[in-house]
Nanobody, 118 residues
Framework: QVQLVESGGGLVQAGGSLRLSCAAS????????MGWFRRAPGKQRELVAT???????NYADSVKGRFTISRDNAKNTVNLQMNSLKPEDTAVYYC????????????WGQGTQVTVSS
């Protein structure tokens, strides 16, 4: 029902910033929630941030105050502004969609690598 492509990752030093983007293959105005997840080397995937159609956001405790998720329905994109990056933020970041707002995330993209050096 939707295909997602992540971009914007790269190599930055601790304290730096990156802006990740997720491009959707269709309009996202009717998608209940969009989210960013990440998987660090050797670790399980974890939820980073979500945003609903209404604009309500949720963040993992580890990124609160540093990351900001946003969605641009006109551009069919969801973004993740990442500031004050830490080495522990190093991971592959994935965009996903919860079409009906049920907590079912089934549209993982290929991911984009974020590497933070100290």
């Amino acid at each position: 029902q939707v295909q997602l492509v992540e971009s914007g990752g790269g190599l930055v030093q601790a304290g730096g910033s990156l802006r990740l983007s997720c491009a959707a293959s269709r309009s996202i105005f009717s998608i209940a929630a969009m989210g960013w997840f990440r998987r660090a080397p050797g670790k399980q995937r974890e939820l980073v941030a979500t945003i609903t159609t209404r604009g309500s956001t949720n963040y993992a405790d580890s990124v609160k105050g540093r990351f900001t998720i946003s969605r641009d329905n006109a551009k069919n994109t969801v973004n993740l502004q990442m500031n004050s990056l830490k080495p522990e933020d190093t991971a592959v970041y994935y965009c996903d969609a919860d079409l009906a707002g049920t907590g079912a995330w089934n549209y993982w993209g290929q991911g984009t690598q974020v590497t933070v050096s100290s």
